[in-house]
């Protein structure tokens, strides 16, 4: 027999978990920590599921639940190897990859054979805002409008973060196949 | 700034080249760039070399999901823990 509270509940599992694998994946680039991360998962879900009628059946579930994540995440689990460092996005040197390989390797199939970890250790190394916008962006496919809602911040600041971010990671995935000799560095 | 009724330049696809490929850019921009994208075989590359990274990153780092052991955790959690508000 299904009670008010066993119908929340499975409305809760088909809106909600579906997007556990996301939430879980942002958590580990928050908190930089596998066991850290599955906690913060964790307490996001459950603290949720405690809201839920705060949700709006139909709207973004996804974005609802990477907001409480952050502010769960902000409020408590952060450390201070992860701490928050504003980095100015002009004080970082451009830099084009693509200009490195368009006569070796222009259409970037030198990606293709970096691994998984790689990835992840290359997205880690990131400043903390920019990896948190392109985990969000590049990983998990949300609009800027919807980042700008979850950071808190302008679109404007999101596209900006996004382009510094992108320049970044390729250049650290760069600089990793080069090493790995994917990819002879390029004559500049 | 580009209108239906000009093309969009070499510098401007540059940089409203991300926004084109996360599909952010108004239906009028983005037919403008689609336009110069068909014509600039520099930007062409640009734009290709741009978008095998994004379906690049978007496979290789949303390989990983949630452990499984978390997921029954939080099940369990749904299924045993009243919630304390609940009737």
Not at chain 1, 73 to 84: D, M, Q, V
Not at chain 1, 114 to 136: G, S, Y
Not at chain 1, 142 to 154: K, Q, R, T
Request: glycine share 4%; proline share 6%; charged share 30%.
């Amino acid at each position: 027999m299904s009670s008010p509270a066993d119908a929340r509940r499975a409305q809760f599992e088909r809106e909600a978990l579906p997007h556990l694998d996301t939430v879980y994946r942002v958590a580990l680039h928050l908190a930089g920590d596998r066991s850290e991360a599955e906690d913060l998962a964790q307490e996001t879900i459950l603290k949720a599921f405690r809201a839920w009628q705060q949700y709006r059946p139909g709207t973004n579930a996804k974005a609802w639940l990477l907001t409480i994540l952050r502010h769960t995440f902000i409020n408590g689990y952060r450390r201070a190897k992860h701490r928050r460092e504003t980095v100015d996005v002009h004080e970082i040197e451009p830099f084009t990859v693509f200009r490195e390989v368009q006569d070796v390797d222009p259409e970037g199939t030198f990606f293709a054979r970096i691994v998984d970890d790689e990835v992840l250790r290359a997205i880690d190394a990131l400043p903390p805002d920019f990896r948190e916008t392109l985990v969000l962006s590049d990983v998990e496919g949300l609009s800027y409008a919807e980042i700008a809602e979850i950071v808190g911040v302008p679109v404007g600041t999101v596209k900006s973060r996004l382009f510094r971010a992108r320049q970044l990671l390729q250049k650290r995935l760069y600089d990793y196949a080069v090493e790995m000799g994917y990819i002879r560095r390029g004559s500049p | 700034m580009t209108t239906p009724d000009r093309p969009a330049g070499c510098r401007e696809v540059v940089d409203r080249l991300y926004e084109y490929l996360d599909r952010e850019l108004d239906p009028a921009v983005e037919r403008a760039v689609r336009g110069h994208l068909a014509e600039c075989a520099h930007c062409f590359a640009l734009h290709r070399f741009e978008d095998a990274y994004r379906r690049f990153l978007e496979a290789r780092a949303q390989a990983k999901g949630a452990p499984p052991e978390l997921r029954r955790r939080i099940l369990h959690h749904l299924l045993s823990g009243r919630d304390p508000e609940a009737p």
